[in-house]
């Protein structure tokens, strides 16, 4: 009977082998009621008596014959908040008394700023649902795009909003999505930073009012990331209910937390309203980024590895040769010589470190910054993409075919939004950067951003790496990009239409970024800004990797690196061995504890490798060596961060298991043992219980007499122990776990 009820409905099959999970969309015609399951996860909301859209529902999956109840509005609350603002709407336009955060605002030319938007009609099709609204009296439409994950249950959210008048309107404001939870307590997670300090982890109540983290730096930027979770009462890491969303641009972007008058939640994330402004022409349309939000019942951990699996299988991209596998292939392990050498580079020195890292095991040699134009420090250079020919006289051809010749492949930094006053390309073209004419252009790391929303600029920015792509056998570009915008104008256009800058740059850059991998389909790209600056769900879609910090103190990381994966899979993390002291913090610590914090992420190695000794060399070899074994099992697994290395903690340890828990791989690491402390037995995690585990070391011992070979009911019950002498400061342990 209740099919009769149906509109539609979509069942996608779930294309990873863990999840047996499959997806559908449908719409109660009797009811109004859209529904969508996907993971574990259903969320639905349903057009009200009104003809708004009102969210209704965000949780654990519910049975598939349950019915939802139509969408009733809330009552007023007194004469000061209407309807309209108590309700939870699903995408609210500002206008008709709305004082929470709104989804859109709009003004029209005759100074109308009234817009509420009503439901129109919807589709559902292979790729998902999308339903249109439509201004109660104007011809503003906006289709609310959906698509759910079989596997984890993420949903991707996204607006596009169009105009269909006659005359121009000013979109002064666009989410992507709005999401609401009932009343409940909740905790806010959140990652901040600043420079060599990103990926800091903050937890706060939500109490009233409203919390917003944003970017208004032209791009993502390190001192806040755009991902989120909101964890139920006392939800932890390990359980309780989590809800999380991360937003998909790398321009500016907000997110606002509103703990609202009562007590609902509604969190709003998209473009940035501060400085937006984007003129919607007759016809014109403006497609928002995605807004993601998944739900996870096993706390933060459950959470990130959702976001984790859906990352390596819907969002990294493929390259040729993996475009049908269900995940990308694990990253090469690289060397790149930024640590060692900077900008003094040359074919002599860069040959002498390459043969020294292919004895190591090293599959990549990533040469950095300093290869071109008149590139011998940060104030000049930037822009002038030809090889500096008393560094690389013969080109660069010599240097890439010793790398091939070793065995390994060859990658190379590039700048390319970014100029140097001190260029030809900058003395040929003044106009090319972000400016407002006659006022000073401000200098940071003496550079200026070229505006990459000109045709131009972007047809030279394409045409440079297009050419050095062609003309050299490079595997890898690392894509840098070293500061946030200032004075962003874009003086082609008309003033009212300049804000546009905000829009077409980002999309500029996934355009060149798509369009390279169309034409070198073979080629990997890393996304640097910095370290973290640039790391989010909309760059992840064109590159294979990231840079987290130009921090790689390995204590520092251990932190660092559990900030990032709360957001962000290990896979993209890369982590590079470096020179102890550390610069940064100079803190001394060793090789064997910096290789192991770095393992658990993708390996790299930025250590000045000339000056290692023939132990130095062997330690890392058999490291290396051994990392290749479980890599796939570290960077793809499903992850447990056992202890935290926060608040100041003695200790911490990470447990990776693989898709058909064949394998785990575990990481320990004391900070500094304390009044004789032991380090805890570690009860690991997402193992099948009546497995047989053979259990070898990587680095460090077990207590004598612990068993070689156990069920995972024994590791996961009673748990692994430390060899007693375990203690000290800035030690590592790791150990691998096999099923037989
Ligand atoms: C940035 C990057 C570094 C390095 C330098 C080169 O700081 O994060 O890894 O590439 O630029 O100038």
Redo the contacts with the bound molecule.
């Keep these: 009977m209740r099919n009769a009820l149906l509109g539609s409905i979509l069942t996608l099959a779930a294309g990873f082998t863990s999840f047996a999970q499959t997806a559908s969309v449908n719409f109660d015609s009797a009811t109004r009621v859209f529904r969508l399951d996907g993971g574990n996860m259903t969320y639905a909301f349903g057009v009200n008596q009104r003809g708004e859209l009102q969210a209704i529902y965000w949780g654990g999956r519910l049975g598939a014959t349950d019915v939802i109840p139509q969408a009733v509005p809330m009552m007023e609350w007194a004469s000061f908040d209407d309807s309209y603002t108590t309700t939870p709407q699903e995408y609210a336009g500002w206008g008709a008394g709305l004082f929470v955060e709104p989804a859109l605002k709009i003004t029209f030319p005759d100074g109308n700023r009234d817009l509420v938007l009503h439901y129109e009609s919807h589709t559902i099709g292979a790729s998902g649902l999308d339903v249109v609204m439509k201004d109660i009296e104007r011809p503003v439409f906006v289709t609310l795009h959906y698509v759910i994950d079989p596997d984890t249950g993420v949903l991707a959210r996204s607006a596009a909003i169009e105009n269909r008048g006659k005359e121009s309107v000013t979109v002064e404001q666009a989410a992507a999505a709005a999401w609401s939870l009932p009343p409940a307590q909740y905790t806010l997670s959140y990652l901040t930073g600043r420079w060599a300090g990103e990926w800091t982890l903050n937890q706060e109540k939500l109490d009233a009012g409203a919390r917003v983290i944003e970017s208004r730096r032209g791009t993502t930027g390190h001192q806040a990331n755009p991902w989120f979770a909101l964890q139920a009462g006392d939800a932890d890491e390990n359980h309780g209910e989590v809800w999380f969303g991360a937003l998909g641009w790398s321009g500016s972007w907000r997110m606002t937390f509103e703990h609202d008058q009562l007590d609902g939640v509604r969190i709003t994330g998209g473009f940035n309203p501060f400085d937006f402004g984007y003129v919607l022409h007759a016809g014109e349309k403006l497609e928002t980024p995605i807004f993601y939000g998944g739900y996870s019942r096993q706390g933060l951990g459950g959470a990130s590895r959702l976001l984790h699996r859906f990352e390596l299988t819907k969002i990294l991209p493929r390259t040729a040769a993996t475009a049908s596998w269900p995940a990308p292939k694990v990253r090469p392990v690289i060397y790149n010589s930024?640590e060692a050498t900077e900008?003094n580079v040359n074919e002599a020195g860069q040959i002498a470190l390459a043969e020294k890292a292919a004895a190591l095991g090293v599959d990549r040699f990533v040469m950095?910054?300093g290869w071109f134009g008149q590139r011998n420090t940060?104030h000049a250079g930037l822009g002038d993409w030809y090889v500096n020919p008393e560094k690389f006289p013969r080109g660069l051809k010599p240097l890439i075919d010793k790398v091939h010749s070793l065995g390994m492949d060859f990658g190379l930094?590039v700048e390319p939004e970014m100029v140097n006053p001190n260029s030809d390309l900058y003395r040929n073209h003044p106009d090319w950067v972000l400016n407002f004419p006659g006022r000073p252009r401000t200098e940071q790391r003496t550079q200026l951003v070229l505006n990459l929303a000109r045709q131009d600029v972007r047809d030279y920015v394409f045409g440079f790496l297009d050419k050095l792509l062609t003309e050299n056998d490079i595997s890898f570009l690392?894509w840098?990009y070293?500061r946030n915008w200032s004075e962003p104008g874009w003086d082609q256009l008309p003033p009212n239409e300049q804000k546009a800058v905000y829009v077409a740059f980002i999309r500029n850059v996934y355009g060149i970024l798509s369009e390279l991998r169309q034409k070198h389909p073979n080629i990997e790209i890393e996304s640097?800004?910095?370290?973290g600056g640039r790391v989010d769900l909309g760059i992840l879609r064109y590159v294979d990797e990231v840079?987290p910090s130009?921090n790689t103190d390995p204590f520092d990381r251990l932190s660092q690196q559990d900030g990032f994966t709360h957001a962000y899979t290990p896979q993209i993390m890369m982590a590079w061995v470096t020179d102890s002291p550390h610069w940064l913090n100079h803190r001394t610590t060793s090789l064997s504890y910096r290789m192991l914090s770095s393992m658990q992420g993708s390996l790299g190695i930025g250590a000045d490798i000339s000056k290692w000794n023939d132990d130095q060399t062997a330690t890392v070899k058999r490291l290396i060596a051994a990392y290749h074994q479980v890599q796939k099992t570290i960077v793809q697994g499903d992850l447990y961060r056992l202890i935290s290395p926060l608040n100041g903690s003695e200790f911490s340890a990470t447990q990776t298991v693989n898709q058909d828990r064949s394998q785990s791989v575990v990481f320990a690491f004391i900070h500094s043992t304390q009044e004789g402390r032991g380090f805890p037995i570690l009860k690991l995690k997402g193992l099948d219980p009546s497995g047989q585990y053979a259990i070898s070391s990587i680095e460090g011992k077990l207590r004598a007499g612990s068993p070689t070979t156990a069920s995972g009911a024994w590791w996961m019950n009673h748990g692994m122990e430390m060899d007693p002498d375990f203690r000290g400061d800035f030690q590592a342990a790791a150990f691998r776990l096999d099923r037989k």
């Excluded at 640097?528 to 370290?531: E, M, V």
Aim: overall charge negative; proline content about 0%; hydrophobic content about 25%.
């Design positions: 930024w900008m950095d910054d940060e930094w690392k840098d070293n640097c800004s910095g370290g840079w130009d």
